[in-house]
């Protein structure tokens, strides 16, 4: 069994910067690897993912620009650089796996494409 543990989350102003990181427990080398998001009362989007080996990305358009997914194979770690930060960026943020390829850039952001998931970290930005 996968196990994910997210951390980094916190309060920001707008404009200020995070940066979350996903502990993984397996190895990440051969993963899809996804950051998603869910604010109260929305739905669960993808916002960013990585693909395994050599590590092209794919990015949801509303975070085009300001979020980086970058990945440490030797360490299973995940992140997701988050600069220029905006009140809509508030949610809890989710890191997802899954085995093989993520398939084309859209389906690497569905949150059907993903078998294991961490228990989230919360992002609040105020205006």
């Known amino acids: 069994q996968v196990q994910l543990v997210e951390s980094g989350g916190g309060s920001v102003q707008a404009g200020g910067s995070l940066r979350l990181a996903c502990a993984v427990s397996g190895d990440i080398y051969r993963s899809c690897m996804g950051w998603f998001r869910q604010a109260p009362g929305k739905d669960r989007e993808g916002v960013a993912a990585?693909?395994?080996?050599?590590?092209?990305?794919a990015l949801a358009d509303s975070v085009k620009g300001r979020f980086t997914i970058s990945k440490d194979d030797a360490k299973n770690l995940v992140y997701l650089q988050m600069n220029s930060l905006k009140p809509e960026d508030t949610a809890m943020y989710y890191c997802?796996?899954?085995?093989?390829?993520?398939?084309?850039?859209?389906?690497?952001?569905?949150?059907?494409?993903?078998?294991?998931w961490g228990q989230g970290t919360q992002v609040s930005v105020s205006s």
């Open positions: 990585i693909y395994p080996g050599g590590g092209g990305t």
């Open positions: 997802a796996a899954e085995e093989g390829w993520c398939g084309t850039p859209i389906q690497a952001l569905l949150t059907a494409n993903y078998k294991y």
